[in-house]
């Protein structure tokens, strides 16, 4: 990110409240996005990391980097690497 960029605050996607208590519980989702780390692996989450606009959704809705992303939704992944 460059000095001219505003800073990047990801906010979560909107999510029933019944939903969202679940998915923090679980995972800390909100609190991950927020803090832009990964719900999976953990790991700090750049902005720059996304392949695509689609992927940069994803984490909003997920809290999933795109490496985890690339690991879960890809049909072609190989299984236990």
């Known amino acids: 990110m460059s000095e001219d960029e505003p ?39 750049d902005l720059d990391s996304f392949e695509d606009d689609v992927s940069l959704k994803e984490f909003h809705i997920s809290g999933i980097c795109q490496t985890c992303q690339n690991d879960t939704f890809d049909r072609n992944a190989k299984k236990g690497e």
């Not at 996607?13 to 909100?30: H, V």
């Not at 927020?34 to 790991?43: A, D, L, N, P």
Request: charged share 35%.
């Open 7 to 45: 800073e990047w605050k990801p906010k979560p996607a909107d999510k029933a409240p019944e939903i969202e208590k679940i998915l923090n519980l679980l995972f800390g989702r909100t609190e991950s996005i927020e803090s832009k780390t990964c719900v999976f692996c953990g790991k700090p989450v």
